[in-house]
């Protein structure tokens, strides 16, 4: 069974990056016809889907965040990571990884999701 | 983007009664019409994908419908463990958009 786990800072202060890993267990990030995720949810809101990377380290993102965001696949350590520069309040938020399955483009793991909270 | 609209924000129901959720996407998504059930203080749980496939385990009791741009979530007798706020997702395109949820409350 694959399992997903976030991890990183829960605290920032504005201008700051906000640095997160996912570590995949259960089985590899390198293979078969998924894409690993990045979604954040501000205070139980509406869900926000951040972008994606695929095995083969090709990226998408969402337009509104595409200037500061970065994902990043460590296949060596079955992770793959977020960063998100120059943070402010508003980037507040709890952060989900998921695994979108290609076969029916539906997000069918995720991770339990770690709160960041941006404050000075 | 697509823009997913859900209605209603909100319902109140009782145990056993039937409930239907509507998703309307901004343009049309074909069948790519997913939905997750959230409760507090947990991750979203994929139902349904591809509009009417329930993913494993998910009780039959829940049913979604729909292709274009309108689809709906039926659960056909509410139980206390499905209390939860439901969203839909497109998986048409990227960016992928979420509805803005409809939270099934105990009338």
């Known amino acids: 069974q694959v399992q997903l786990q976030e991890s990183g800072p829960g605290l920032l202060k504005p201008s700051q990056t906000l640095s997160l890993t996912c570590t995949v267990s259960?089985?590899?990030?390198?293979?078969?016809?998924?894409?690993w995720t990045w979604i954040r949810q501000p205070a139980g809101n509406e869900l926000e889907w951040i972008g994606r990377?695929?095995?083969?380290?090709?990226?998408n993102y969402t337009p509104s965040l595409k200037s500061r965001v970065t994902i990043s696949l460590d296949t060596s350590k079955n992770q793959f990571s977020l960063k998100l520069r120059s943070v402010t309040a508003a980037d507040t938020a709890v952060y989900y990884c998921?695994?979108?399955?290609?076969?029916?483009?539906?997000?069918?793991?995720w991770g339990q999701g770690t709160r960041v909270t941006v404050s000075s | 983007d697509i823009h997913m609209t859900q209605f209603p924000p909100s319902l109140s129901a009782s145990v056993g009664d039937r409930v239907t959720i509507t998703c309307r996407a901004s343009?049309?998504?074909?069948?790519?019409l997913n939905w997750y059930q959230q409760k507090p203080g947990t991750a979203p749980k994929l139902l349904i994908y591809?509009?009417?496939n329930l993913q494993g385990g998910v009780p039959s009791r829940f049913g979604g419908r729909g292709s274009g741009t309108d689809f709906t979530l039926t659960i056909s007798s509410l139980q206390p463990e499905d209390f939860a706020t439901y969203y839909c997702?497109?998986?048409?395109?990227?960016?992928?958009?979420f509805g803005q949820g409809t939270k099934v409350e105990i009338k």
């Open positions: 998921a695994r979108d399955d290609d076969s029916n483009e539906a997000f069918d793991m």
């Open positions: 259960g089985g590899s990030i390198s293979s078969g016809h998924y894409y």
């Open positions: 990377i695929s095995p083969s380290g090709s990226t």
């Open positions: 343009q049309t998504i074909s069948r790519y």
């Open positions: 591809g509009t009417s």
């Open positions: 997702q497109q998986g048409y395109n990227t960016p992928r958009t």
